[in-house]
């Protein structure tokens, strides 16, 4: 059931244009309340954090208000504020992403909420670092292996010369030897 219904929300995020975000700066460390533009007493709200997939946080329905989280790791990090309100407590670098709440019933999702700082994080420049590290690898490795194969081709050269000159050689004093014999047998 949670496949298909995550199918289904990255077909809606997917849509959604960058126009469409609220974006919300903040200072890591601090609280931040996120308020979900359809303001009702049942929603759910999720995080996107590319290139990952999404991610369900919790969901909220009533009376009496109840919520119910889709990981247990959520509880001491978010919960849910008053009609629609997402509270997300000290905010790390992990937490930063596009939220977005749904409107059960009619899987109505938000424009969503990025939520960002002027701090960049390390965790985003590592994947970038190990693909220049492994493409330089490559580069090296390719350029290594172009040298000894134009190594191997110049030496194969080599031995077809000296092996052709052996057999001009070779061929020239036969004919020398039977020119020589050849009005001896006549």
Known sequence: MKTPLLSLLCLFVWKQTAEALTE????LGQN???ACEFNLKAVIWFVMK??????MILRTFGPPKQVEYYNKKFISKYSEGDWSHLFINNVSADDLGIYYCIKP????VSNGIRLHTSESPPSHNEPEQKDQTALQILIIMFSLL???LFAAVIGLL???HKLSKEISEYVNGRQKHFCSVWPALL
């Open 24 to 27: 919300q700066r903040l200072v």
């Open 32 to 34: 931040v309340t996120l």
């Open 50 to 55: 590319l290139p990952g997939r999404p991610e």
């Open 105 to 108: 019933g009619h899987l109505e």
């Open 146 to 148: 172009t040298v000894v």
């Open 158 to 160: 080599m031995i077809n």
